[in-house]
């Protein structure tokens, strides 16, 4: 178990950008895979995407390709989320989440270790 905190989320006009960041607490994150997921009103918590740590291969969800980024910082043990180009679909609890897969995973049962999540409202 590795602890993480989100922080950045907000209040954004459509059309606008937002950086989510993960702090990883306490442990190396070589052994893991990062990922951030979603989770809007009603709905299943939904796969963003994920990045393997050592490899830094990343996999990214169909409906934010070209606008998300992903990103780490290997000496602060941090991942962020650029968000670009953000829509009002995009409005939802952003999570950060780990797991010691080595691969990277849109499976959320694959993750053990969860942040407590962050807001993210996009206007129209």
């Known amino acids: 178990q590795v602890q993480l905190v989100e922080s950045g989320g907000g209040l954004v006009q459509a059309g606008g950008s937002l950086r989510l960041s993960c702090a990883a607490s306490?442990?190396?994150?070589?052994?893991?895979?990062m990922g951030w997921f979603r989770q809007a009103p009603g709905k299943e918590r939904e796969f963003v995407v994920s990045?393997?740590?050592?490899?830094?291969?990343?996999l990214y969800a169909d409906s934010v390709k070209g606008r998300f980024t992903i990103s780490r910082d290997n000496a602060k043990s941090t991942v962020d989320l650029g968000m670009n180009s953000l829509k009002p679909e995009d409005t939802a609890v952003y999570y950060c989440?780990?797991?010691?897969?080595?691969?990277?995973?849109?499976?959320?049962?694959?993750?053990?270790?969860w942040g407590q999540g962050t807001q993210v409202t996009v206007s129209s």
């Open positions: 306490g442990r190396s994150l070589n052994d893991y895979s």
């Open positions: 989440a780990a797991t010691r897969t080595r691969r990277m995973t849109s499976n959320r049962y694959e993750y053990d270790s």
């Open positions: 990045i393997s740590w050592s490899a830094g291969i990343t």
